[in-house]
């Protein structure tokens, strides 16, 4: 499969990284592999292009930081770079994962109906913690004096 070629695709190898528990790396790279493709049947598109689009819908380029300057903390925007991005991106998505939500349902239908969510109704948690985030972003730009 397309997905598996690890210099193009960085955001997967971090997703299968983060998601393997007890060293069972093929069961969490199968569940992505599966709710990819559920997910690019749902969109009719390539899984390939389906996460090229979780990446630029979820990636961000500001996160939030905070500094203690003079017994006074600020909440500082702070620019992010590409593996930090990704790694934020993985982050969001496997906190949907593990919020508590339907106690039935396995991982790969909760990525499924995150990632159709994401990509068709643009209604997800993921999108709601990253429009969170560019809004306290926005809010504490006036900070940014206090970033070196």
Do not use: C
Request: aromatic letters at 4%; proline letters at 1%; zero cysteines.
């Amino acid at each position: 499969m397309e997905l598996k070629s690890k210099k193009q695709n960085n955001i997967y190898t971090k997703l299968v990284g983060y998601l393997t528990k007890n060293g069972k790396k093929n069961k969490s790279a199968k569940m992505i592999v599966n709710a990819l493709t559920n997910t690019s049947h749902s969109v009719n598109n390539k899984s390939i292009d389906v996460l090229h689009k979780i990446a630029f819908s979820l990636g961000v380029v500001v996160e939030i930081k905070t500094v203690k300057i003079r017994r006074n903390n600020h909440t500082v925007p702070v620019p992010v770079n590409a593996s930090r991005r990704n790694y934020l991106i993985v982050k969001k998505l496997s906190k949907v994962l593990n919020s508590s939500g339907d106690a039935r349902a396995t991982s790969e239908v909760k990525l499924t109906q995150e990632l159709v969510g994401l990509l068709k109704t643009k209604v997800s948690k993921a999108l709601s913690e990253r429009d969170l985030v560019l809004f306290e972003a926005n809010r504490n730009k006036s900070n940014t004096h206090f970033r070196w």
